[in-house]
């Protein structure tokens, strides 16, 4: 077990919990930022609902922080091996063009439970959820818009997620869309900086484990 199924209850993260529990603060100032305020805005708007989990024996401390909202991927944005194999269990939807997903918008841990494992325990957390038979809508992939630093995405890809693009080239074509051939050629050969990497995590591998 980890320690977040040992010492925490999960809550919706609503503008009352925020209020009643001690500040929370995970290091970052834009995710602190977020929980303190954005995630209202989000939340009234309909683009993406807040949980965090609270520790048992004193439920004032939040342990951690999680944005969740829907999500796609576009078939032809998935690398040549994985587009196949979808293409191949999909070829009788000729016009399907995205397979349903949901996106973690925001992922924060408290800077006092920071090295407990509790990041990992939040993925496999959502993973879990969405993999149950039980939920009642599809949902294919987990996806991550990654901060683009070497810990963050060794972090995910430890926790089981690939890349959508294999280089940043090719993401940052799909991010900054060229307006003519003469563009396409000057983003290739010098492409803008990017402040996060698209990532994914494939819900059906999980489901063939747990069946095998």
Known sequence: MSFLADNCLLSPYTEDVRQACLPFVCGSEDM???FAKD???YAH????KSYCFRLKES???IVCAFTISNDSIRIYDLPRSRRDY????T???KHLRRYPGVLIGRLAVAKEFAGKGVGSA???FVKDLFSDPAIQTGCRFIIVDAVNSPEILSFYQKNGF???FTTEGQEALYTYPPKDEEERQALKNNPHPLQTRLMYFDLLDLKNQKEQ
């Open 91 to 93: 070829h009788h939807e």
């Open 45 to 48: 708007y309909l683009m993406g």
């Open 86 to 89: 979808m293409k191949a269990i």
């Open 59 to 61: 439920p004032k401390q």
């Open 122 to 124: 939040v993925l496999t």
């Open 162 to 164: 690939v890349f959508l």
């Open 32 to 34: 602190d930022e977020f």
């Open 39 to 41: 995630f209202a805005a």
